[in-house]
Structures are given as C-alpha cells and as structure tokens.
C-alpha cells in the first residue's frame, strides 16, 4: 500500500522541518535549500552551526507491502511485511548512478524514506513531531552501480537495520533508524570542520568537479553551457551566497538537499 498523497516534496519538507525544530543538546541539523535565496537578508545563516559537517538527503516514497502475494514475501525474501522504494529506471538509473557518483566524494549521502502507510498516519506523525524517528536511511555509498534500464527497488523491514537492493537480490546490513539520527550526526564529529568562506568555496569547488565528471561522462558537450549554475565565482561571494548556489546545483543535479550539522560553538 502507497503513502496515498504523500509527495516527496511533502515528505522531504517534514522531515527538515523536524531537524531546524529537534531539541538535541547543543546539536543543530540546518538545511540549506535553493529557495532560501529570497530570505538570505532575513539572517537565515545566523542559524547556521559554526562548526560541522555536509549531509546529503534525496527523499524517497515507499510502499508497505503485506500480503502473502507480494513479491519479495512470495519469493521467500521477507516472512512477513516490508517496505519498498522505486528507483527512477528513466535514462538506465541515471539518478542513482548520479547519487552514487555524488557519494563517492560525499559519504554522508543518504536516501531518506517513510516508515508510515497513509496520509493519516503522516499527518499524525507530523503533528507529533515523529516524522524522524519514523524514517529510515540508506546510506548510499553502500549501494550497488546499476547500468540498466530494468525496474530497480530497495526493501526493508520496520526495525530492522538490513536491507535488500533487488532486481538480483544483494543483502546489506548497514541503515540508519530515524530515532537513531541524533547518534549518527555526533559519530561524525570527528570530522567536524570549521563553516566558514574557505568551507564553502571548497563545497562549491568539489561538487562542480562531480557534477563535471558526471556530466562529461554522459557525453552532454559543453558542460558549462548545459549548466549555467557553474558559472559563479565563489572568491567573489559571501560564504552564505556560496552555499546557496552550492545547494541549487546539488538539487538540480543529483536531487539532493544539503543540511549541514554541528554545532555554534
């Protein structure tokens, strides 16, 4: 059964709107996103951690799947209810070779989806606030190329941090529970970095060399022209500016959304 009207959008807002509002110790989740360039002069940044590190979100519906005829029950993959998300097959998985190529640079990159079944059961975890804890992670970087036009899904089970990349079944055993998002973003400490002109611009600098190489090689010609976005100079820019443009490429690219994570210490 689908999250019957549930958008992505909708989901994706929710789940930011829960980490600009969690109230972890002296930890703050901020999302960076395209459309905060019409209030970049509200002082938006001034919510943004001093010390931290980059996450990558691409938001994900997924169905729950529970009877006895559904594929991966029948097929013996699962004894009892799972659910599923789609990966886009348009253009031989081209999102998801893009995301995996993301990932390559950018560890912290994650599909991020539902545990919930019905535009009830979202509306009450919306107003409780349960959004997180009822979503689950998959870490991208450890998910599998896919160089086909086929029909390509990941599963998994309410609880249970494994998961499963089909068509030909492979068995992961690495997710994130949404209740376990607080642990995830401090086991990442050790990386924290100083958010400041010189973290920016090297944000912008590494993800135009991705976007670069991706384009490039999906033979698209002048990768300047067929992004125009790439077309800033980030020396010449405001920290917060370069951010900003960093976080439309990422959304046009790669359907990402940057959120960075630390402290204001």
């Known amino acids: 059964m689908a999250a019957i009207g549930i958008s992505e959008f909708t989901f ?7 980490q600009t509002h969690a109230n972890w110790p002296n930890l703050r989740a901020a999302p ?6 019409q209030e970049h002069n509200a002082g938006w940044d001034a919510h ?39 990966l886009h097959r ?21 599909y991020v989806a539902p545990e919930f079944d019905t535009l009830d059961d979202f509306n ?15 870490p991208v970087p450890d998910s599998d190329d ?12 309410l609880g249970h941090v494994g998961w499963n990349q089909h068509s030909e079944r492979k068995r992961h055993e690495r997710s994130f529970l949404g209740r376990d998002l607080a642990k995830l973003y401090r086991e990442s400490e050790k990386q924290w970095r100083h958010i ?12 135009s060399n991705v976007v ?24 010449r820019a405001e920290h917060r500016d370069v951010l900003l443009r960093t976080s439309q490429i990422l959304s046009v690219v790669f359907g990402v959304t940057l959120v960075l994570v630390g402290t204001r210490e």
């Open 12 to 18: 994706g807002y929710a789940f930011l709107y829960e």
């Open 32 to 37: 960076v996103l395209p459309s905060l360039q």
């Open 48 to 86: 943004l951690p001093l010390n931290g590190i980059d996450f990558y979100y691409q938001f994900k519906l997924s169905d729950h799947l529970s009877r006895s005829n559904a594929t991966f029950i029948a097929d013996g993959t699962y004894a009892g209810p799972y659910y599923r998300l789609a």
């Open 90 to 110: 348009k253009d031989r998985n081209r999102q998801h070779q893009r995301l995996r190529e993301h990932a390559r640079t950018y560890p912290n990159t994650y």
């Open 124 to 138: 009450a975890a919306f107003l409780a606030r349960q959004i997180t804890i009822r979503s689950r992670l998959i």
């Open 146 to 157: 896919i160089f086909d036009g086929d029909q390509h899904y990941i599963t998994f089970q």
């Open 196 to 207: 400041d002109k010189q973290f920016a611009e090297e944000l912008f600098q590494k993800t």
């Open 212 to 235: 670069k190489r991706v384009l490039q090689r999906e033979a698209k010609g002048d990768v300047q022209a067929t992004l125009p976005l790439l077309d800033f100079n980030p020396r």
